[in-house]
Each structure stands twice: as C-alpha cells, then as structure tokens.
Nanobody
Framework: QVQLVESGGGSAQAGGSLRLSCGTA????????MGWFRQAPGTEREGVAF???????RYADSVKGRFTVSRGNAKNTVNLQMNSLKPEDAGIYYC????????????????WGQGTQVTVSS
C-alpha cells in the first residue's frame, strides 16, 4: 500500500511562488508515475503536472512556463514549483501516484494524498 504525504502549499499573492512536495510513506521498490491534480470549489479535478517513471513531464496548458514538476532526492518523491501564481491557480492540490500513467485522468491514479490548500490573492 502506497501512502502519499504532501507538504507545502499555503497562501501567496498573485505573481508569487509556492512549492509543494509529496513523498511516499513506507518503502516501495517500484518507480511510480507521480503528479498533481487540483480542484477549486464547484469545479472538476484538473490535471496540473505529471512526471512519469522514465522522466517525462506533462503539464496543463494553463500552467506551462510557470510550474515545474521534478523528482525529489528520495525515491518516489515529487515536487511542484509554482511561480507567477494567478488567482485561478487556487484550490486543493492532490498528489497522485500510479505504477503507469497514460491518460493522466483522475480515474487512472490509484493513490492519492490528502490534499493541500493553495490560496492566491489578487
């Protein structure tokens, strides 16, 4: 069983930066595809950024050039550096993991973190 532990998030002003981190509790010898979804009130969960086990990245068009997803130093950890934040980036950010990912939809990921709140003030 993979448990995802998120840290970071919080509040920032528009144009500012925040950094999210996510790691796995417990040992796993597998390399997981990991990434982030976000959800604002009244909206569906949106895929934000993903990092596959072979190092490929995938970003939502809305965050390209502003957000960077990267591996952490420990195995199966992932970071999300969010720069030039906009009010529409606000929401709950969920870390996700799965052995393989192809469609990058919520249904594909079996492991979810508890979510961390990101607030962006204008």
């Amino acid at each position: 069983q993979v448990q995802l532990v998120e840290s970071g998030g919080g509040s920032a002003q528009a144009g500012g930066s925040l950094r999210l981190s996510c790691g796995t509790a417990g040992y796993s010898h597998n390399d997981y595809c990991m990434g982030w979804f976000r959800q604002a009130p009244g909206t569906e969960r949106e895929g934000v950024a993903f990092l596959t086990s072979d190092g490929s990245t995938r970003y939502a068009d809305s965050v390209k050039g502003r957000f960077t997803v990267s591996r952490g130093n420990a195995k199966n950890t992932v970071n999300l550096q969010m720069n030039s934040l906009k009010p529409e980036d606000a929401g709950i950010y969920y870390c996700v993991a799965e052995l393989n990912c192809y469609s990058f939809t919520p249904f594909e990921f079996g492991y979810w973190g508890q979510g961390t709140q990101v607030t962006v003030s204008s």
